[in-house]
Protein backbone atom coordinates (compact mmCIF):
# COMPACT_ATOMS: atom_id res chain seq x y z
CA UNK A 1 0.00 0.00 0.00
CA UNK A 2 1.37 3.50 -0.70
CA UNK A 3 1.94 5.58 1.98
CA UNK A 4 0.35 8.65 2.55
CA UNK A 5 1.28 12.27 0.89
CA UNK A 6 -0.15 14.05 3.95
CA UNK A 7 2.39 12.16 6.35
CA UNK A 8 4.81 14.84 8.35
CA UNK A 9 7.46 16.29 6.27
CA UNK A 10 11.09 14.74 7.00
CA UNK A 11 12.85 17.19 9.19
CA UNK A 12 15.41 18.00 7.08
CA UNK A 13 13.35 18.41 3.86
CA UNK A 14 11.40 21.26 6.00
CA UNK A 15 14.68 22.36 7.04
CA UNK A 16 15.25 22.70 3.10
CA UNK A 17 12.20 25.04 2.59
CA UNK A 18 12.79 27.48 5.97
CA UNK A 19 14.29 31.17 4.24
CA UNK A 20 17.28 31.37 3.47
CA UNK A 21 20.14 33.21 5.81
CA UNK A 22 19.93 37.09 5.32
CA UNK A 23 23.54 36.96 3.94
CA UNK A 24 22.70 33.96 1.45
CA UNK A 25 19.96 36.62 -0.08
CA UNK A 26 21.75 39.27 -0.61
CA UNK A 27 21.26 41.23 -3.64
CA UNK A 28 23.91 40.74 -6.47
CA UNK A 29 25.84 43.73 -6.74
CA UNK A 30 25.11 45.92 -10.23
CA UNK A 31 28.64 46.60 -10.71
CA UNK A 32 31.11 43.45 -9.99
CA UNK A 33 34.60 43.87 -10.85
CA UNK A 34 37.44 41.74 -10.01
CA UNK A 35 40.94 41.60 -10.74
CA UNK A 36 40.45 43.97 -13.21
CA UNK A 37 44.02 44.42 -15.53
CA UNK A 38 44.35 47.34 -18.33
CA UNK A 39 47.01 48.00 -20.39
CA UNK A 40 47.10 50.22 -22.98
CA UNK A 41 50.20 50.16 -25.42
CA UNK A 42 51.68 52.98 -27.55
CA UNK A 43 55.33 53.48 -29.35
CA UNK A 44 56.52 53.81 -26.12
CA UNK A 45 55.38 50.63 -24.65
CA UNK A 46 53.10 49.21 -22.64
CA UNK A 47 51.29 51.73 -19.82
CA UNK A 48 49.55 49.50 -17.08
CA UNK A 49 46.37 51.53 -15.55
CA UNK A 50 45.10 49.19 -13.45
CA UNK A 51 46.49 45.87 -12.47
CA UNK A 52 43.95 44.28 -10.39
CA UNK A 53 41.05 46.63 -9.60
CA UNK A 54 38.13 45.23 -7.18
CA UNK A 55 34.94 47.10 -6.79
CA UNK A 56 31.59 46.51 -5.91
CA UNK A 57 28.18 48.42 -5.81
CA UNK A 58 25.05 47.45 -4.65
CA UNK A 59 22.03 48.72 -7.10
CA UNK A 60 21.06 52.57 -5.57
CA UNK A 61 24.46 53.57 -4.46
CA UNK A 62 25.71 56.85 -5.91
CA UNK A 63 29.21 56.68 -6.02
CA UNK A 64 31.76 59.72 -6.26
CA UNK A 65 35.52 58.74 -7.82
CA UNK A 66 37.82 61.02 -7.47
CA UNK A 67 41.61 60.86 -8.43
CA UNK A 68 44.09 62.57 -10.07
CA UNK A 69 44.63 63.72 -13.98
CA UNK A 70 45.30 60.74 -15.69
CA UNK A 71 44.57 58.08 -12.58
CA UNK A 72 41.88 56.24 -15.16
CA UNK A 73 38.80 57.67 -14.03
CA UNK A 74 37.55 57.73 -17.63
CA UNK A 75 38.84 54.62 -18.34
CA UNK A 76 37.02 52.47 -15.40
CA UNK A 77 33.71 54.13 -17.08
CA UNK A 78 34.67 53.56 -20.41
CA UNK A 79 35.28 49.91 -19.06
CA UNK A 80 31.86 49.29 -17.15
CA UNK A 81 29.67 50.98 -20.01
CA UNK A 82 31.53 48.66 -22.53
CA UNK A 83 33.10 51.34 -24.39
CA UNK A 84 36.46 50.47 -23.97
CA UNK A 85 37.23 46.74 -23.25
CA UNK A 86 39.70 45.23 -19.82
CA UNK A 87 42.42 43.66 -20.80
CA UNK A 88 42.16 40.87 -18.06
CA UNK A 89 39.45 40.11 -14.63
CA UNK A 90 35.57 40.25 -14.48
CA UNK A 91 33.64 42.91 -15.03
CA UNK A 92 30.22 43.17 -14.64
CA UNK A 93 27.75 45.60 -15.03
CA UNK A 94 24.05 45.51 -14.85
CA UNK A 95 24.17 41.48 -14.92
CA UNK A 96 25.95 41.36 -18.21
CA UNK A 97 29.69 40.30 -18.32
CA UNK A 98 30.32 43.47 -20.54
CA UNK A 99 34.30 42.10 -21.41
CA UNK A 100 32.38 39.27 -23.35
CA UNK A 101 30.26 41.21 -25.89
CA UNK A 102 30.46 41.70 -29.20
CA UNK A 103 30.30 45.15 -30.78
CA UNK A 104 26.78 44.91 -31.62
CA UNK A 105 25.84 43.61 -28.09
CA UNK A 106 27.70 46.52 -26.32
CA UNK A 107 26.14 48.89 -28.80
CA UNK A 108 22.65 47.34 -27.35
CA UNK A 109 24.07 47.04 -24.06
CA UNK A 110 24.58 50.30 -23.69
CA UNK A 111 21.18 51.98 -24.90
CA UNK A 112 19.29 49.57 -22.90
CA UNK A 113 21.38 49.79 -19.40
CA UNK A 114 23.56 52.77 -19.45
CA UNK A 115 23.17 56.52 -19.22
CA UNK A 116 26.24 58.86 -19.97
CA UNK A 117 27.06 61.97 -19.02
CA UNK A 118 30.72 63.72 -19.97
CA UNK A 119 32.13 66.89 -18.57
CA UNK A 120 31.03 68.73 -22.38
CA UNK A 121 27.54 68.55 -23.34
CA UNK A 122 27.69 66.85 -26.59
CA UNK A 123 24.42 68.30 -28.09
CA UNK A 124 24.06 68.40 -31.13
CA UNK A 125 23.82 72.50 -32.08
CA UNK A 126 21.39 72.40 -35.20
CA UNK A 127 18.91 70.33 -33.29
CA UNK A 128 16.34 72.04 -30.55
CA UNK A 129 16.59 70.83 -27.18
CA UNK A 130 13.89 68.61 -27.18
CA UNK A 131 14.84 67.26 -29.93
CA UNK A 132 18.20 66.25 -28.75
CA UNK A 133 16.54 64.79 -26.02
CA UNK A 134 14.45 62.62 -28.22
CA UNK A 135 17.67 61.58 -30.58
CA UNK A 136 17.87 58.27 -28.64
CA UNK A 137 14.42 57.42 -28.86
CA UNK A 138 14.50 58.03 -32.83
CA UNK A 139 17.93 55.76 -32.55
CA UNK A 140 15.57 52.97 -31.00
CA UNK A 141 12.78 53.68 -34.19
CA UNK A 142 10.21 55.43 -31.47
CA UNK A 143 7.91 57.03 -33.76
CA UNK A 144 8.56 61.25 -33.62
CA UNK A 145 5.60 62.57 -32.40
CA UNK A 146 5.75 60.11 -29.48
CA UNK A 147 9.88 60.77 -29.08
CA UNK A 148 8.98 64.68 -28.69
CA UNK A 149 6.73 63.83 -26.15
CA UNK A 150 8.51 61.93 -24.27
CA UNK A 151 11.32 63.99 -24.36
CA UNK A 152 9.48 66.72 -23.39
CA UNK A 153 8.34 64.92 -19.94
CA UNK A 154 12.39 64.60 -19.51
CA UNK A 155 12.78 68.03 -19.83
CA UNK A 156 10.32 69.28 -17.34
CA UNK A 157 11.83 66.85 -15.12
CA UNK A 158 15.53 69.02 -15.39
CA UNK A 159 13.28 72.09 -15.21
CA UNK A 160 13.33 73.10 -18.61
CA UNK A 161 10.61 72.35 -20.51
CA UNK A 162 10.46 76.11 -21.40
CA UNK A 163 13.79 75.72 -22.68
CA UNK A 164 12.29 72.91 -25.19
CA UNK A 165 12.75 74.74 -28.36
CA UNK A 166 15.80 76.25 -27.95
CA UNK A 167 19.11 75.09 -29.45
CA UNK A 168 22.35 74.04 -27.45
CA UNK A 169 24.30 77.98 -28.27
CA UNK A 170 21.00 79.23 -26.77
CA UNK A 171 21.18 77.93 -23.30
CA UNK A 172 23.71 78.44 -20.48
CA UNK A 173 26.35 75.63 -19.33
CA UNK A 174 24.42 74.31 -16.50
CA UNK A 175 21.40 74.22 -18.69
CA UNK A 176 23.02 72.26 -21.42
CA UNK A 177 24.48 70.08 -19.14
CA UNK A 178 20.77 69.20 -17.64
CA UNK A 179 19.49 68.57 -21.05
CA UNK A 180 22.47 66.17 -21.72
CA UNK A 181 21.26 64.85 -18.78
CA UNK A 182 17.75 64.34 -19.85
CA UNK A 183 19.13 62.70 -22.98
CA UNK A 184 20.99 60.35 -21.05
CA UNK A 185 18.11 58.75 -19.16
CA UNK A 186 15.58 59.11 -22.25
CA UNK A 187 15.80 55.22 -22.12
CA UNK A 188 15.13 54.48 -18.60
CA UNK A 189 18.89 52.82 -18.05
CA UNK A 190 19.49 51.00 -14.86
CA UNK A 191 23.66 52.93 -14.44
CA UNK A 192 24.32 56.85 -14.54
CA UNK A 193 27.80 57.10 -15.68
CA UNK A 194 28.99 60.41 -15.21
CA UNK A 195 32.44 61.57 -16.36
CA UNK A 196 33.62 64.96 -14.30
CA UNK A 197 29.13 66.04 -15.80
CA UNK A 198 29.83 69.70 -13.43
CA UNK A 199 33.69 69.96 -14.16
CA UNK A 200 33.13 73.01 -16.54
CA UNK A 201 30.41 75.01 -14.54
CA UNK A 202 30.91 77.50 -11.60
CA UNK A 203 30.10 76.09 -7.96
CA UNK A 204 26.92 77.34 -7.85
CA UNK A 205 25.45 76.07 -11.13
CA UNK A 206 27.55 73.08 -10.63
CA UNK A 207 26.03 72.56 -7.38
CA UNK A 208 22.19 72.70 -9.38
CA UNK A 209 22.96 70.25 -11.83
CA UNK A 210 24.00 67.80 -8.65
CA UNK A 211 20.70 68.46 -6.97
CA UNK A 212 18.91 67.43 -10.39
CA UNK A 213 21.39 64.32 -10.42
CA UNK A 214 20.19 63.33 -6.99
CA UNK A 215 16.83 63.96 -7.36
CA UNK A 216 16.66 61.74 -10.61
CA UNK A 217 18.92 59.24 -9.58
CA UNK A 218 16.73 58.74 -6.53
CA UNK A 219 12.91 58.92 -8.76
CA UNK A 220 14.39 56.49 -10.97
CA UNK A 221 15.94 54.42 -8.83
CA UNK A 222 18.98 54.69 -10.46
CA UNK A 223 22.84 53.25 -9.49
CA UNK A 224 24.79 56.44 -10.21
CA UNK A 225 28.54 56.33 -10.61
CA UNK A 226 30.02 60.24 -10.93
CA UNK A 227 33.79 60.74 -11.32
CA UNK A 228 34.49 64.62 -10.13
CA UNK A 229 37.27 66.53 -8.50
CA UNK A 230 34.95 68.66 -6.37
CA UNK A 231 34.86 66.99 -2.79
CA UNK A 232 32.13 68.76 -1.41
CA UNK A 233 29.74 67.31 -4.05
CA UNK A 234 31.87 63.88 -3.59
CA UNK A 235 30.69 64.19 0.04
CA UNK A 236 26.67 64.20 -0.67
CA UNK A 237 27.31 60.78 -2.59
CA UNK A 238 26.55 57.46 -0.63
CA UNK A 239 30.00 56.63 -1.02
CA UNK A 240 33.41 58.62 -1.74
CA UNK A 241 36.05 56.61 -3.84
CA UNK A 242 39.78 57.49 -4.44
CA UNK A 243 41.74 56.30 -7.37
CA UNK A 244 45.19 55.65 -7.48
CA UNK A 245 47.50 53.68 -8.31
CA UNK A 246 45.21 51.88 -10.07
CA UNK A 247 43.39 50.67 -6.97
CA UNK A 248 40.35 52.40 -5.32
CA UNK A 249 40.17 53.10 -1.83
CA UNK A 250 37.66 54.89 0.10
CA UNK A 251 38.53 59.00 -0.01
CA UNK A 252 38.09 59.56 3.70
CA UNK A 253 40.82 57.18 4.49
CA UNK A 254 43.04 58.01 1.23
CA UNK A 255 43.33 61.48 3.85
CA UNK A 256 41.89 64.25 1.13
N1 LIG B 1 43.38 55.08 -25.86
C1 LIG B 1 44.46 55.28 -25.09
N2 LIG B 1 45.69 54.87 -25.50
C2 LIG B 1 46.77 55.03 -24.72
N3 LIG B 1 46.75 55.62 -23.51
C3 LIG B 1 45.56 56.07 -23.05
C4 LIG B 1 44.36 55.92 -23.82
N4 LIG B 1 43.33 56.45 -23.10
C5 LIG B 1 43.86 56.90 -21.95
N5 LIG B 1 45.19 56.68 -21.92
C6 LIG B 1 46.09 57.01 -20.81
O1 LIG B 1 45.59 56.34 -19.67
C7 LIG B 1 45.71 57.14 -18.50
C8 LIG B 1 44.35 57.23 -17.83
O2 LIG B 1 43.50 58.04 -18.63
P1 LIG B 1 42.06 58.52 -18.14
O3 LIG B 1 41.48 59.32 -19.24
O4 LIG B 1 41.30 57.33 -17.69
O5 LIG B 1 42.43 59.44 -16.88
P2 LIG B 1 41.47 60.31 -15.95
O6 LIG B 1 41.66 59.83 -14.55
O7 LIG B 1 40.09 60.29 -16.49
O8 LIG B 1 42.12 61.75 -16.09
P3 LIG B 1 41.41 63.23 -16.16
O9 LIG B 1 41.09 63.60 -14.72
O10 LIG B 1 42.46 64.10 -16.72
O11 LIG B 1 40.19 63.12 -17.02
C9 LIG B 1 46.29 58.45 -18.96
O12 LIG B 1 47.65 58.48 -18.62
C10 LIG B 1 46.08 58.48 -20.44
O13 LIG B 1 47.10 59.18 -21.09
MG1 LIG C 1 38.86 61.72 -17.37
Not at 7 to 25: G, I, K, N, T, W
Not at 121 to 139: C, D, G, I, K, S
Request: glycine share 8%; charged share 25%; hydrophobic share 45%.
Amino acid sequence: MMKSTSAAVPEDSRAAREPEPREARKPEPIVRVKGLKKTYWSARGALDIFEGLDLEIAAGEMVAVAGRSGAGKSTLLHILGALDAPSSGTVYCASTNVAALSPREAAAFRNREIGYVWQFHYLLPEFTAQENVAMPLLARGVRKAEALAVAADWLRQVDLEERAAHRPGELSGGEQQRVALARALVNNPRLLLADEPTGDLDDITASRVFDQIERLHASHKLTSILVTHNLDLAARCTRALRLEGGRLTPLAAAGK
